[in-house]
């Protein structure tokens, strides 16, 4: 039985080297946003920590701008999760071929717009007449 899809079906096949050369750049990309996020939850407990040490002596507008930083820093670390999420979920979907087709015209999506962007399921073209649209 026929599954019924709105997504166009992927064209062609992409070459075992080609899947690769995307498996490796999502791979960097993750490890990158972890070093990021790792950074950000050290800078948190930076400020936790800062902030327990002199909230004692501390005026209003100090604490204050101490904690604004500390969520600041939370929403970062947030974002950067979820991005990486978003990546492994890229990879799981690249193991079961189903990464890197456009969406709307079943092309491959290059390489280097996957690498910039892994949650990209548009190619560049019909991402523009969407934005046209
Ligand atoms: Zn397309």
């Given at each position: ?6 997504k166009a079906a992927p064209k062609g ?121």
């Amino acid at each position: 039985m026929a599954k019924a899809t709105e997504k166009a079906a992927p064209k062609g096949t992409r070459s075992a080297e080609e899947t690769e050369q995307i498996r490796v750049a999502l791979v960097e990309r993750r490890d990158e946003l972890q070093e990021e996020y790792d950074r950000s939850l050290s800078e948190i407990t930076a400020l936790q920590r800062e902030r327990l040490e002199d909230s004692a002596g501390d005026d209003q507008a100090d604490t204050g701008t101490k904690t604004f930083e500390r969520e600041q820093e939370i929403t970062l670390a947030h974002n950067l999760l979820e991005r990486i999420t978003q990546v492994e979920r890229a990879l799981e979907r690249l193991g079961e071929g189903n990464y890197g087709w456009c969406e709307r015209c079943g092309n491959a999506i290059p390489v280097e717009r996957l690498a910039a962007f892994p949650v990209a399921t548009l190619c560049v073209s019909c991402k523009q007449l969407e934005e046209r649209r």
